[in-house]
Nanobody, 114 residues
Framework: VQLQASGGGLVQAGESLRLSCAAS????????MGWYRQAPGKQRELVAT???????NYADSAKGRFTISRDNAKNTVYLQMNSLKPDDTAVYYC?????????WGQGTQVTVSS
């Protein structure tokens, strides 16, 4: 499974970004997909996940501001991020789980200036 993430960038606080992640390769059997992030000097943390059936899970920091969605026909997962804060600055990684194996994308940088 290969994951190609896009959509990061530099924005000001309060603005929005939409991340996309397209899965390719042996995608049969992919269940959950999601987004994690890692800020400098910190561990990688969950942002949001979504199953193939559409069940979602969010970190507390993302609830009410971020929305994860998925287009199964396009094998793509999206993360709409609104009301961004400087604390959201991090490298965002796409994740896919297939038959108990985790796959990771290359990461996309999100920088939020105050």
């Amino acid at each position: 499974v290969q994951l190609q993430a896009s959509g990061g960038g530099l924005v000001q606080a309060g603005e929005s970004l939409r991340l996309s992640c397209a899965a390719s390769g042996n995608i049969f059997g992919i269940n959950a997909m999601g987004w994690y992030r890692q800020a400098p000097g910190k561990q990688r943390e969950l942002v949001a996940t979504i199953t193939s059936g559409g069940s979602t899970n969010y970190a507390d920091s993302a609830k009410g501001r971020f929305t994860i969605s998925r287009d199964n026909a396009k094998n793509t997962v999206y993360l709409q991020m609104n009301s961004l804060k400087p604390d959201d600055t991090a490298v965002y990684y796409c994740n896919a789980n297939r038959i108990a194996t985790n796959y990771w994308g290359q990461g996309t940088q999100v920088t939020v200036s105050s």
